[in-house]
């Protein structure tokens, strides 16, 4: 339905419909884990994208290109997306601390020998147990998850993942890491 509107908003050229049709179709794509089609979704809202003021569909934009690049292994695009998402208006509040915390701790993991010291393996928990509503619960998890495992802890990587999976607050398509940990024994 946003692909149509998408392209009547073009039509008429509403840059702000524009803008929020074609997050709606990036975040739909993501969901479905097609980091392709989201992110050539995504070019067309940054297109559209006049500037950031603060709204969810700012919030939206920059936290699945953030995810985006994360599924890519693009760690430039992801510090850029990062300091794109802080630096919106409501960055102090719970949600955006566990999803920077969660999303900075995954862009460290994408060098191979970086492990988790001890404090940050504590905190990622704390956010796991007391953030499942979140958007970034499945980041949050992810995140742990592989923290345990390069930390060498197989029963927490597996427990872990099995107790966000049973908690988890989208019945939706579940990342296929957190699959794989659950598995783990």
């Known amino acids: 339905m946003s692909e149509t509107y998408y392209a009547r ?7 702000d419909w524009q803008y ?3 997050c709606n ?15 050539r979704w995504f070019e067309l809202a940054e297109a559209a994208r006049v500037k950031s003021t603060g709204s969810q569909v700012d919030y939206s934009h920059f936290a699945i290109g953030l995810n985006i690049a994360i599924s890519a292994g693009n760690r430039h ?4 997306h990062l300091q794109a998402l802080l630096a919106l208006p409501a960055a102090s509040s719970s949600r955006f601390r566990a999803i920077a915390m969660a999303c900075q701790v995954r862009i460290a993991q994408m060098d191979e020998t970086y492990r988790s010291a ?4 504590t905190e990622l928990s704390s ?20 923290a345990h495992r ?3 802890d197989v029963e927490a990587y597996g427990a872990t993942a099995r107790e966000y999976l049973q908690r988890r607050r989208d019945p939706g398509l579940t990342p ?10």
């Open 127 to 146: 956010l796991m147990r007391t953030a499942p509503q979140f958007e970034c619960a499945d980041s949050i998890a992810m995140a742990l998850c592989e």
């Open 9 to 15: 908003a073009t039509r008429l050229a509403l840059t």
């Open 150 to 152: 390069r930390n060498g």
């Open 25 to 39: 179709c990036c975040s739909a794509r993501a969901g479905l884990r097609e980091f392709q089609e989201a992110a």
């Open 20 to 22: 929020e049709f074609a």
């Open 176 to 185: 296929v890491e957190l699959v794989v940990a659950a598995a783990a024994t």
């Open 77 to 80: 695009r992801a510090e850029a």
């Open 118 to 121: 001890p404090s940050e393996v």
